[in-house]
């Protein structure tokens, strides 16, 4: 016998709502993935542009770009009435545009054209193991022995991954490697004094405002570098790149990663960044012949093996250091 008309009309709804958020999910999974394909192909584009232009080149068109960008998305969200935020969290949002964008991108820029695309791709990768540090320095988080070993085996594998440099004594590339490390650490900072202003105004409001506010002090500094390109010169095929990889990369990459982690949860998103270094490490291989030996790849491996245990070491829920989520860039 049928059911009644009013169990079916309740049932079929159901059904109908599983199979829209199953096919969201999976929408959401393939936008993860294109992304991460899009962001690790993006070190060699950014090493390409940044030969050409100047690192400080890139830098003054860059954020000559991105505030337009961030308050479109404003006007778009809001219209002309944009959200309303206190002195005290502008305030705040003006360190975050300081600690993002000036010293995090700027040193990212640099230590990447200092670097090769894979060691920049890892280090960067090492994010969540400084916002561990820096939550158990505030004393907001303690480590667990676990954590602690990951840590451990994180900077073991740095080690060896880098051991080539260090012993043969390239330390231009080596310091661009350090200055990617320094780059990490002010991400993670980011990152751990963004979250409460994320809880308060939500993630596009803090994004936007902290663009708007971080740009004009980049401006100011690449002006003089930004002056010596000339841009009536510059290639059709860097002035691609730059677009790519300022809004393709950036501006709109972070948007998508933020509709990813809304649907489908930053604990099942954010592993999912370990699969970037290898994309970037594959890229730069096939585009511009960049090499790797053995020991090369075996202390990369260790490093993120270091990295997911330091990451997902603790069992607490909604723990800040497994929604640590890669560069601001």
Not at 150 to 174: E, T, Y
């Amino acid at each position: 016998m049928p059911p009644p008309t009013d169990t079916l009309a309740t049932v079929l709804p159901a059904e109908d709502r599983s199979r829209e958020f199953h096919a969201k999910e999976r929408l959401a999974l393939w936008a993860a993935l294109a992304l991460l394909l899009v962001w690790g192909a993006n070190f060699s584009v950014q090493k390409a542009v940044f030969n050409a232009l100047s690192p400080g080149g890139f830098l003054f068109v860059r954020y000559l770009i991105m505030p337009v960008a961030a308050a479109l998305l404003l006007w778009s969200r809001h219209g002309a009435h944009w959200p309303r935020v206190g002195r005290a969290d502008l305030l705040a949002l003006l360190k975050l545009g300081i600690a993002g964008h000036l010293l995090h991108v700027t040193l990212v820029t640099y230590g990447i054209h200092w670097s090769t695309a894979f060691s920049s791709s890892l280090i960067l990768a090492l994010g969540p193991v400084f916002t561990l540090l820096i939550l158990r320095a505030f004393g907001l988080e303690r480590m667990t022995r676990a954590q602690v070993i990951g840590v451990a085996v994180a900077c073991v594998g740095v080690l060896v991954f880098l051991s080539d440099k260090l012993l043969g004594g390239q330390w231009r590339a080596s310091g661009g490697d350090l200055v990617l490390l320094v780059a990490a650490a002010f991400f993670s900072y980011y990152t751990v004094a963004a979250k409460p202003l994320i809880e308060r105004h939500g993630g596009v409001t803090v994004m936007a405002y902290a663009t708007l506010l971080g740009s004009a002090p980049v401006v100011l500094l690449s002006l003089p570098a930004g002056l010596r390109v000339d841009w009536l010169q510059v290639a059709p095929l860097i002035w691609a790149g730059m677009l790519w990889a300022v809004l393709v990369s950036a501006f709109l990459g972070w948007l998508v990663w933020g509709w990813v982690n809304a649907v489908r949860g930053v604990a099942r998103t954010a592993p999912l960044l370990y699969l970037m270094p290898p994309v970037a490490g594959v890229v730069a291989w096939a585009t511009t012949g960049e090499s790797y030996t053995a020991v090369k790849l075996a202390g990369a491996a260790i490093a993120l093996g270091g990295v997911a245990l330091a990451q997902y070491a603790s069992s607490a829920p909604r723990d800040p250091v497994r929604e640590s989520v890669g560069p601001v860039d």
